[in-house]
């Protein structure tokens, strides 16, 4: 009698599409390890996860979008908008047990979707936060957020973090934590579309150097705000450069020395990020994890406010491998001059660790089982 076939279910956070781009590498392991995929997301990460794998089904699952403030008080904003994120836990988790009683699902992969565990199916959570950076007259609260994400993922089976274990780590304290005693955890190595087969093959070279290249991404109104705070500065010291807007160009604004580009596909910012001199972008995690995958440095400006991007930014620099501006006192030319002196090395990156985790999922999955038989 045939084996059956191992059905998993991929389910993005809906905050930005880094979540949803890091699982472009998650789905096509488990492609090749003959894992039938199915992906559950909402609005703009399901949208990419279908045009990256138009013959999977898929399915809306509904998330929760959180607007930020135009100010730098983001933390307060989120605190007033957690009663609501309680509900969408609760909400998504019904929604998620239809889902697997009609598609049988064994195996469950939840990128920071804290409400989609379920006891028919093997559970995982991925994260690059096991706590939440707190603004600095805050932080001696931060082994309370500590605990409330142990709670909040307490019925999940495993916990991934895109990273590498020990001393070249890229997320700091935020998922290395001191005394850790969680068997749960597994540092699955970094996530990126560029550790795709498709993109290791390739030794990009080109002669046509950019002078910069700008990636755009985040919420509005900072988002807008650093656009036209780069383009003046851009224009200022009559610079070449382009710049992914991350969005539609609304204005239609056009400039003689700045090639606009409104969303770019992964292998138009992979020729883009490989002919550029100099790159600057947000504070992002997936998008840090995109740069180390092609061993490019960059300017990384945190968006105001988020706690998190500023550890980032603050912590990769100090272990010289990126370069960090604020964008309050963003000074282009500074940036540049402090990048191009940093002399940052990557080290090479294990790609085993998910392919590993994926097959010691399934065997565990498997192992439960035959238990219950």
């Not at 070249?168 to 597994?186: R, V």
């Not at 560029?194 to 046509?208: C, G, I, K, T």
């Not at 100090?318 to 001059?337: G, N, Y």
């Not at 402090?338 to 097959?359: T, V």
Request: glycine letters at 4%; a positive charge.
């Amino acid at each position: 009698m045939a084996q059956k076939k191992i059905k998993a279910l991929v389910c993005p956070l809906n905050w930005g599409l880094g979540h949803a781009s890091r699982m472009i590498l998650v789905i096509q392991e488990l492609l090749i390890q003959n894992i039938e995929v199915i992906i559950a997301a909402d609005k703009t990460p399901l949208q990419l996860l279908q045009k990256e794998f138009p013959k999977l089904k898929s399915f809306v699952l509904k998330d929760i979008e959180i607007k930020y403030s135009r100010k730098n008080q983001q933390l307060f904003k989120i605190i007033r908008f957690l009663p609501q994120l309680a509900f969408r836990i609760i909400k998504e988790n019904r929604d998620l047990s239809k889902i697997i009683a009609h598609e049988n699902i064994n195996l469950i992969i939840s990128d920071n979707r804290y409400g989609l565990w379920n006891k028919q199916a093997y559970s995982i959570f991925v994260t690059h936060q096991l706590r939440l950076k707190l603004p600095k007259k805050l932080q001696g609260f931060e082994f309370i957020t500590q605990r409330i994400i142990q709670f909040l993922t307490r019925k999940f089976d495993e916990i991934w973090i895109p990273d590498l274990e020990g001393q070249d780590n890229f997320s700091g304290t935020l998922s290395h934590l001191q005394n850790n005693q969680n068997k749960k955890i597994q540092f699955v190595g970094i996530l990126s579309k560029f550790l795709l087969p498709e993109f290791q093959a390739n030794n990009y070279e080109s002669n046509e150097k950019k002078n910069i290249l700008a990636i755009l991404s985040g919420p509005e109104p900072q988002r807008t705000i650093f656009e036209d705070l780069l383009i003046k500065q851009i224009n200022q010291y009559n610079l070449k450069a382009s710049i992914v807007l991350g969005k539609k160009n609304t204005t239609k604004l056009k400039y003689e020395n700045i090639e606009i580009i409104e969303i770019a596909d992964r292998n138009t910012l992979y020729k883009l990020i490989n002919e550029a001199e100099i790159i600057i972008c947000r504070a992002g995690y997936s998008s840090i994890m995109d740069l180390v995958a092609l061993g490019k440095s960059a300017i990384l400006v945190a968006t105001p406010g988020q706690t998190e991007q500023e550890y980032l930014s603050d912590f990769l620099s100090k272990k010289k491998l990126f370069t960090k501006a604020d964008q309050s006192t963003f000074d282009l030319r500074k940036s540049i001059f402090e990048l191009k002196n940093n002399n940052s090395k990557f080290a090479p990156i294990n790609n085993l660790l998910l392919s590993n985790a994926i097959k010691n999922a399934i065997l565990k999955y498997e192992k439960s089982q035959n238990q219950v038989v």
